[in-house]
């Protein structure tokens, strides 16, 4: 005689089950394809979007768990077009550091373990990442509105067929923001940029499936959350793996970042430098400086005040993520490479080359 598990019971006695299994019952064809498309979800789903599918046998219907975004149905922007809108973003009156939270929020939920996430759908505009602590979404709504006023009024006035997508829009900002940072640093530097990103309805997002990419921690940021399974300066060299950035790119990213004023809250932890939102190399310099001496701050975990050897007055805040980069024997190799005296071109140039990376990680139609 057969034997039946509760589990094999459950299919025909739970009142849901019972719907399927009967309706299958009746109409086998439906159970044949629903076991197709489950086992095609199964045997596929580290492969990111169907854009990276290759052969004749891909199915061209799109899939909601692939996260779909729209085909470019107009004629992208011009390196004419990017310059006017960058004219537009810096009228607005948003700050570097708002611009560059809003980009870093859209292109770092990236990861390549299953080519997940990016910048490309603007999904950062949408629940449930709309909704994310990490994307601080009071200052995101803000700066997305100003955007959207921005993009629709370009899309108007433009006669000759070329749009902007907001996905698009959201990376000029942060390329524009660091653009001004880095000449109000006295260097002159242009961000790469590829037109060509679309936006995601919210029809094309499974809100449940998107929010598994929700950070725990984002050390980029100094975001580091309960959820955290880890150490924050384990975490992350965690997010860098999914991010696919080596140790250099890693650490000029945090140190601009720092620099960019860019931390989830504004908050002023790491950020050691006296002129804030511009992209010096302030960071390595204060962070190494040996006339500081750190300590934690009793009763706050994590954090760090880094005082004046000589008077004892506090110079600086900082958490585990910031000083990691001074304790590390290969990260402060890298650390001290970019605070000597002189390093300040390259620091900015390494750190543009990093963010454009960043930026471009989805954007499987370009590669």
């Known amino acids: 005689a057969p034997i039946m598990f509760t589990t094999d019971l459950a299919l025909r006695y739970d009142p849901e089950y019972g719907k399927v299994t009967k309706d299958w019952l009746e109409n086998p064809g439906k159970m044949d394809d629903a076991f197709a498309r489950a086992w095609f979800k199964l045997t596929h789903r580290d492969m990111g979007p169907s854009t990276r599918y290759v052969g004749s046998e891909a199915p061209s219907e799109a899939l909601v768990w692939q996260d779909p975004v729209p085909a470019v149905e107009y004629d992208l922007v011009t390196e004419a077009d990017v310059d006017l809108l960058k004219k537009s973003i810096f009228a607005s009156g948003l700050a570097n550091s708002e611009l560059v939270r809003a980009a870093w929020a859209s292109a770092s939920t990236f990861r390549d373990t299953d080519y997940r996430g990016g910048a490309n759908g603007a999904r950062v505009r949408l629940a449930p990442q709309n909704g994310w602590e990490a994307n601080s979404p009071e200052e995101l709504g803000r700066v997305l509105l100003v955007l959207e006023d921005i993009q629709a009024d370009f899309n108007a006035r433009n006669s000759g067929g070329r749009k902007v997508s907001i996905a698009d829009l959201i990376v000029i900002g942060g390329n524009a923001a660091i653009e001004r940072a880095a000449q109000q640093a006295g260097h002159s530097i242009s961000v790469p940029f590829t037109p060509g990103r679309t936006d995601a309805t919210a029809e094309m997002t499974d809100a449940a499936s ?20 880890l150490s924050p300066a384990d975490m992350l060299v965690d997010k860098a793996d999914t991010l696919t950035l080596t140790v250099p790119e890693m650490t000029a990213l945090v140190g601009g970042l720092r ?7 504004a908050v002023s932890h790491g950020v050691l430098t006296g002129s804030p939102e511009t992209l010096t190399n302030d960071f390595f310099v204060n962070l ?30 900082a958490t585990e993520v910031d000083l990691v980069f001074g304790s590390n024997s290969e990260l402060r190799a890298v650390a001290e490479t970019y605070a000597y005296d002189g390093a300040e071109k390259t620091f900015a ?3 543009v080359k990093a963010w454009a990376k960043v930026m471009e990680l989805d954007r499987f139609d370009v590669k």
Do not use: C, H
Request: hydrophobic share 35%; proline share 3%; aromatic share 12%.
């Open 210 to 229: 998107i929010n598994l990419l929700k950070p725990a921690a984002d050390g980029f940021r100094n975001y580091y959350s309960e959820r955290a399974r």
């Open 288 to 317: 190494l400086d040996m006339a500081t001496e750190w300590k934690p701050v009793e009763g706050e975990e994590g954090i760090f005040e880094g005082r004046d050897r000589q008077t004892g007055e506090v110079k600086w805040t």
């Open 349 to 351: 140039t390494d750190f």
């Open 259 to 265: 620099a960019l004023n860019a931390n989830v809250g």
